[in-house]
């Protein structure tokens, strides 16, 4: 990767270092629609969903080792057919009492466990921007935090569980040539 800062197709390459998103607003431009499945079955959406996120990505190092936060947007789009179990930390006995695999008719903190399944799908390289593991697992804190559902405690600690489940490299990218791929985009856009 090049030093940050440089600008390549309207991107900023990240070099090494802690990096991170907060997600500041969810919009919730075409709701998802599915039926409702037991814990533990896969949701399969019966219609196109959108979700848009306004989002501020700091960046531990820039060209001359400074720090600086970017303003973006980041618009997720499913197509019908987008294949999920909503958040597998509900499987987890620490969590699974406090963090459902999804609530029906609460489209913003579906997006959550939604938007980081497509995310570690296709390893964190979406249109505009490649995301870090570690950002992907921002976007989920900071969406379930925006949903009102969970707090900022119950959040880091499902991100942690998280990150004990699906750190591996097995689930790191492991999607980009599954059908399911085609059924997930997102366009990363600075603002």
Known sequence: MS??????????????????????????VKPFVFNPVKPGNIIVLKEDAQIDLDVTRYTARTKGHRKRTYNATIKVFFKK?????????????????KIRPYIEGDNVYNAAPFIHDGLYMLGGEIDGA???????????????RESKKLNRSLAGVADKVIE?????????????KCENAKHFSAKFTYI
């Open 130 to 144: 490649v995301l870090s593991r570690e950002e992907s697992d921002d976007i989920l804190r900071g969406i379930w």
């Open 164 to 176: 004990l489940a699906a750190g591996g490299e097995n689930h790191w990218g492991n999607g980009k």
């Open 3 to 28: 030093i940050l800062g440089s600008i390549k197709a309207g991107a900023i390459d990240l070099v090494d270092g802690k990096d991170n998103i907060t997600v500041k607003k969810v919009h919730v």
């Open 81 to 97: 057919g987008f294949c999920t179990d909503g958040a597998t930390t509900a499987k987890i006995p620490i969590v699974k009492d």
